[in-house]
C-alpha cells in the first residue's frame, strides 16, 4: 500500500496554525516602532491597509487549498497554473526561506532566555535544547506538531485578549496608571499621522513581515481531516483574527502610550523591557509583566520555529513527490512523516545556526538577507495562482458555485493583493536610490532574494524548456 500523509489534523489545529503564523515579535515588540514611526492614525491605517491585502491573500489560497489540498500549496498551484518553473522556483526559495528561519529562531530563543539566564560560552545549548524539541515534536507525527502549535498559538491568543480588556478598562479609568490615555495621545505634536507618506511606507514593510506566516494553514491544508469543510472554516475566520488582534491591539497601545514615549522607539526584539505589552501591563499595575511578556515571546520563538521546521519539511516533500528535489525526500514514515525530508531541513538549519556563533558574521548576515523576500514573493505567487486559476477553470467551462470555498472579491482581490505586496517587495529600501550617490550595500542587502529567485527560475525554464500554461490546458484533476 502505497504511503500517504496522514489527514490528522483538525478544525481547531487549523486555526490555530492560522493564528500562530500572524501573531509573533512583530505585534509583541515591533508594534512600538510602528507607532512611533508614523504616529497611532499612521500605524493603524498601515495595519488596517495591510490586514485587507492579507485577507483577500488568504481568501485566494482558501480557494486553491480547499479545491487542491496538497502540501506542496502555492508551489504546486504555481506549477499548474503558472508555469512549472515558476512553481519550482518558489518551492525552493520557500523551502530556504523558512529552513533559515528556524536558525534566525534558534538565535532568539537564546537571546530571550538570557533574561532568567546570564548569557556564557555554551549559552548556544538552549538553541540546542530547543531544537531538539521542535524536531522531535515534527519527527513522531503531524499530530504532534499540530497539537504543540495549537498550545503554543493558544497562549498568544490569551495574551493578547488580556492585553486588550486590560487596555480597555485602563482607558475607562478602572485600572490606575494611565491618566494620560485617551484621545489626545492622537492630537500631540504631529499626530495622528507622523512622519508622512515616507514613514508611512516603511511602516508597511515592518507590518507586511509581521504578518508573514498566515500562509502556513496552505502548507498544512495536505494534512488536514476534512478539508473540503475546514479549510473555508479557517479562512473566513482570517479576517476576526486580523481586526481583533492587530487593530484592536495597536487602537489600545495608541490610547495609551504617546507616540513619542522614547520607550516605543527602542525597536529591538529582544528587549521586552520596551514592548508595548510590558509597558501597558506595567502600567496597570501587574509589575510581573516583563517576565510574563518574556515568556510569552519564547513562546512565540518556539512556535515560530516549530512551524517553520514543519513547512520546510512538506515544501521539500512536496518539491520531490514532483520530481524537483531529489526522491529520497519523498519517503514517508509509518505515522506518515517525511523523515528524510525533516532531517535534511534540520541538518541546514543547524549549519545556518552554527554560522552565527561566529564573530565575523558575514554569511548568516548574507544567508538572512537572501531569505528575507522570500514572503513576499510567496504572497505574489499566491495572487498570480488564484487569478490564473479562476480564469482557466471557468473557460474550461467548470462552475465557481461547485468550488468548495470561493473567494467573494475576484478578481479584485487577488489584483489588489498583488499590487500591494509588489509596492512594499520593490519598495523596501527605496530611500536608498533616493541619496546623492546609491547605498550599493543596502541595496544588495534588502533585494538579495529577488535576483535568486529570477535566477532559480531562469535556470530551470531554461533547462526544462517550459513555457506559461495556457488556460485550456490547465490540469484540474484532484489528484496529488
Request: net charge positive.
Amino acid at each position: 500500500m502505497k504511503k500517504k500523509l496522514k489527514r490528522a489534523l483538525k478544525a481547531r489545529h487549523l486555526a490555530m496554525i492560522a493564528i500562530g503564523g500572524s501573531i509573533g515579535t512583530g505585534l509583541f515588540v515591533a508594534s512600538g516602532a510602528t507607532v512611533a514611526k508614523a504616529g497611532p492614525g499612521g500605524a493603524l491605517l498601515s495595519y488596517a491597509i495591510i490586514g485587507v491585502m492579507v485577507y483577500f491573500l488568504m481568501t485566494s489560497l482558501g480557494e486553491l487549498a480547499a479545491y487542491l489540498p496538497v502540501s506542496g500549496t502555492f508551489a504546486t498551484y504555481g506549477s499548474r497554473y503558472v508555469d512549472e518553473a515558476f512553481g519550482f522556483a518558489i518551492g525552493w526559495n520557500y523551502w530556504y526561506n523558512w529552513a533559515i528561519t528556524v536558525a534566525v529562531d534558534l538565535v532568539a530563543a537564546q537571546l530571550v532566555i538570557s533574561y532568567w539566564f546570564v548569557a556564557g560560552p555554551y549559552s548556544w545549548l538552549w538553541s540546542l535544547l530547543f531544537l531538539s524539541i521542535i524536531f522531535c515534536l515534527n519527527y513522531i507525527s503531524v499530530k504532534g506538531f499540530g497539537e504543540a502549535e495549537f498550545w503554543f498559538s493558544l497562549i498568544k491568543v490569551v495574551t493578547v485578549i488580556v492585553f486588550i480588556i486590560v487596555g480597555l478598562l485602563m482607558i475607562i479609568g478602572i485600572f490606575h496608571g494611565a491618566e494620560g490615555a485617551g484621545w489626545q495621545n492622537w492630537t500631540i505634536e504631529k499626530a495622528p499621522f507622523a512622519g508622512g507618506f515616507s514613514s508611512m511606507i516603511g511602516v508597511a514593510m515592518i507590518v507586511g513581515f509581521s504578518f508573514q506566516g498566515t500562509e502556513l494553514i496552505g502548507i498544512a491544508a495536505g494534512e488536514s481531516k476534512d478539508p473540503e469543510k475546514n479549510i473555508p472554516k479557517a479562512m473566513r475566520q482570517v479576517f476576526w483574527r486580523i481586526l481583533l488582534f492587530y487593530i484592536l491591539a495597536i487602537f489600545v497601545i495608541s490610547l495609551i502610550i504617546p507616540y513619542t514615549d522614547p520607550n516605543l522607539l527602542r525597536n529591538k526584539e529582544t528587549d521586552v523591557s520596551v514592548s508595548p505589552f510590558t509597558l501597558v501591563f506595567r502600567n496597570a499595575g501587574l509589575l510581573s509583566a516583563a517576565a510574563f511578556m518574556n515568556t510569552v515571546i519564547l513562546t512565540s520563538v518556539l512556535s515560530a520555529g516549530n512551524s517553520g521546521l514543519y513547512a520546510s519539511t512538506r515544501m521539500l516533500y512536496a518539491l520531490a513527490k514532483e520530481g524537483k528535489a531529489p526522491k529520497i525526500f519523498a519517503r514517508l514514515s509509518s505515522s506518515g512523516v517525511p523523515r528524510v525530508a525533516l532531517l535534511a531541513t534540520t541538518f541546514v538549519a543547524m549549519l545556518c545556526f552554527l554560522t552565527s556563533l561566529y564573530k565575523d558574521q558575514v554569511v548568516y548576515s548574507w544567508l538572512l538577507n537572501m531569505s528575507g523576500m522570500t514572503g513576499f514573493i510567496a504572497w505574489l505567487g499566491i495572487a498570480i495562482s488564484h487569478y490564473r486559476f479562476r480564469k482557466g477553470y471557468i473557460m474550461q467551462g467548470n462552475n465557481v458555485n461547485q468550488l468548495p470555498y470561493r473567494s467573494s472579491f475576484f478578481p479584485f482581490g487577488p489584483i489588489f493583493a498583488f499590487i500591494l505586496c509588489l509596492i512594499i517587495t520593490l519598495g523596501q529600501n527605496y530611500e536608498a536610490f533616493l541619496q546623492g550617490t546609491i547605498d550599493w550595500n543596502g541595496v544588495i542587502a534588502t533585494y538579495i532574494g529577488i535576483p535568486l529567485f529570477l535566477m532559480i527560475y531562469f535556470g530551470y525554464k531554461i533547462v526544462k524548456k517550459t513555457k506559461w500554461i495556457k488556460y485550456d490546458q490547465m490540469n484540474f484533476s484532484k489528484d496529488d
